[in-house]
């Protein structure tokens, strides 16, 4: 239970968040649904107009009890805004499909007024449900659509000229025989205006949340061990939902399963298996959904947050180095220096001191995960309870360790680490499967969060697809050289991998990467300055090349001989590198070996390629890489 203890406490130390936001901190005992349909009454409860609410605008708070808050298609109404359904009387006069609620409505609603009859606006709204003509005012007003029988209209056939209701409740059916959302499914939502009055809005009087607060309060009047505080409190009797989005039914609690295996042949009742606190979970719940709509980052199903239970800042552990510094600017101009990460270093060192002055050492910091296999149930699938100052140590060691230049686009080149989500990409292909991908998204948290090693099948996976530019673009390329380059680099920290070309390096599979890169160069250079615009052998042949560089290279090396002599004296300076990388080799039987190469060898073709551009057009910014096309730029 420390996950709910984290966010009670959470709630509690953000309560000047509550009703804020695009999507708000809720208060207890409220939940959020889409409006379709504002209606306006008087004090008196006479009608005044009514208007089809933007979807810009949708999004409503409203007071809910345990059981409608939950609801899928029981027939339990909200004690205020509701569909058609539950606040119209003539709901079946004009063709509702499902049974009236009317009743249970009034009931609930009457109840609330006379345990705080103050409120003046549920009294008026009370009057006018209580005339029984909502719909007909509708129709009336132009809002809603009837036919000649007197019926709503289904579904507009003029596609063009479909009145506003439409384009959100289009009616009719699917693909597959199923009725869409139509007139009679709209959701209202109630305005009181009243002279003097600056907040005729229900869904914004903050004096209606708290009333609805303490009447909902009252009604609970059994007490049991709260599990989370250890206090005897009164207990929820169901847990709320809607934790990812506004539509999401999945629970992390539910015990309503009264005939299977939930609970029953281990406690006699579900209060024995869990016990939480009414305001407890309601609280714990509201800061989660707050917390993953405003700071976590879903995909499909699955939803990761972090967040500091003080409430302060804290980076996205799942961002990437440029999102991280920049957000979704663009970066700055790109430096002068040459092929090192000196600028991000500095950058990441600023932003760092920035959210430790905010987040204090001893602050906890919490990462959940949250993922469900089916529509009704959710799981927590990574949790993690860290203090500040190991949090940011953390995070400040993924952006440095597993540092390359990424390609992410001629408009988003940068230094740093790429999100989990583009590590996937790169290692099983742009169509990667929605689970797969999810699942390495879960396997990559804790090398971010806990320090842990990147798993060794997937920086496999990354170097096999940057070995291969064959069938992909160029630009997906790049990014694939450059992701399996940081994965290579951070799974080796010891080796203590340099960004810019390590003239020294005299390992294998770095030598042979560099003469890949020099051979490329080469052609490439011959290849533009004759004007043609051709793939090089060294890139058709990279797979092959790590596969089996030995025999590869003698090909490639052969295939060098007429651009060679193309070029004639201006190929003097390339040859001789390539002469004094063949002599770095030891000891010199390396060279003769043609063992398969490890993903070293794309550290130093990418550094060598990097060495071998005009430093122009390098940096944390730039254009796209090119190769040289002149002598005076040639080394």
Known sequence: ????????????????????????????????????????????????????VPKSEARTIIPATEDSAGRTSGPTPHPLCDKLQYVAADYKHFGGEKDSCIEKYTELLT??????????????????????????????????????????????????NSPEIFKLLPGGYDNKGKKKPWQADAFVRWTVQMPGDPLPEVWLDKGLWQSWENFFGSLKSSKSLCFVTGLVLPLADQHPAKIRNDGDKAKLISSNDLTG???????????????????????????????????????????????????????????????????????P???????????????????????AAKLKSADEVVVVGLDSATPGRMAISYYRELTGSEFLERIEAWHTGCCWQQYFGKDRI?????????????AYGRRIDDKLRKAIVERLLPCIVDGAPIPRNLVESCVRRASNRNGIENWEWEKALGVACALYRKQHEKEEY????????????YLYGRLLALAEHLEHWAIRSAGENRPTNAERMMQRFADHPYTTWRTLELALVPYKTRLGGKAHKVLSLIDTVHGKFEPPADYIRDDKLGGEFLLGYHCQRAALKPVATQGTGGNAPDTIESDETAP
């Not at 340099?498 to 599979?509: C, G, H, K, P, Q």
């Open 414 to 426: 940068f230094f740093g680490a790429p999100a989990p989500r583009d590590i996937a990409e790169v």
């Open 498 to 509: 340099n960004m810019a070309l390590e003239e020294e390096r005299t390992s294998r599979d």
């Open 333 to 355: 101009a790109p430096p002068k220096s040459g092929y090192t990460a000196q600028e991000v270093g500095v950058a990441l060192s600023k932003k760092m001191a920035g959210y």
């Open 261 to 331: 295996y939930t609970f029953r042949g281990r406690f006699a009742s579900a209060e024995e298996a869990c016990g939480v606190g009414f305001q407890i979970t309601q609280k714990a719940h509201n800061a989660l959904r707050w917390l993953v709509a405003r700071q976590g980052r879903r995909d499909g199903d699955q939803a990761v947050v972090a967040w500091a239970v003080s409430g302060a800042d804290i980076p996205d552990p799942q961002a990437d180095t440029f999102s991280f510094l920049f957000g979704e600017e663009q970066g």
């Open 1 to 52: 239970m420390s996950w709910i203890e984290k966010l009670y406490r959470t709630y509690e130390n953000n309560t000047g968040a509550i009703g804020s936001d695009k999507v708000p901190l809720l208060p207890i005992c409220h939940t959020t649904q889409n409006a379709h349909l504002t209606v306006v009454v008087d004090e008196m409860g006479n009608f005044l107009r009514a208007t089809v």
């Open 111 to 160: 109840k609330w007024i006379e345990a705080d009859d103050r409120q003046w606006k549920l009294k008026a709204i009370a009057a006018y449900v209580d005339k029984g003509h909502l719909i007909s005012d509708l129709v009336t007003a132009s809002v809603l659509h009837a036919d000649d029988d007197g019926k709503l209209v289904d579904e507009w056939q003029d596609g063009k």
